[in-house]
């Protein structure tokens, strides 16, 4: 139900940093799990970190755990990624998604925005 747009991406250097950021409509947001994926060309969609709508709780993939922090907005309608220390292998397309179960699993989350693309180069 929910409608998410992402922002942010853009081109950097390894070791460099972005912050990407999703902004989504819908009563029911502020409460869903949020969480980020990505995925490379030619590869299947992958968990990077989540949020419960509390906030209280976070999870990361082991690949970006230290390295990226996912957090809300104030305004409990965004979620952003801050992304440090990042890695050629980190480059993909980012998505911003929403559901109601705690999972790393895409299929589990209903609400997805179209992406931004997050290039490291070395």
């Known amino acids: 139900q929910a409608q998410l747009v992402e922002s942010g991406g853009g081109v950097v250097q390894a070791g460099g940093s972005l912050r990407l950021s999703c902004a989504a409509s819908?009563?029911?947001?502020?409460?869903?799990?949020k969480a980020w994926f990505r995925q490379a060309p030619g590869e299947e969609r992958q968990f990077v970190a989540r949020i419960t709508g509390s906030g209280a709780v976070t999870y990361y993939a082991d690949s970006v755990k230290g390295r990226f922090t996912i957090s809300r907005g104030n305004d409990k309608n965004t979620v952003s990624l801050q992304m440090n220390r990042l890695r050629p292998e980190d480059t993909a397309v980012y998505y911003c998604?929403?559901?109601?179960?705690?999972?790393?699993?895409?299929?589990?989350?209903?609400?997805w925005g179209q992406g931004t693309q997050v290039t490291v180069s070395s």
């Open positions: 819908g009563r029911t947001f502020s409460s869903l799990v």
């Open positions: 998604a929403a559901g109601t179960i705690e999972s790393t699993q895409s299929k589990y989350f209903t609400s």
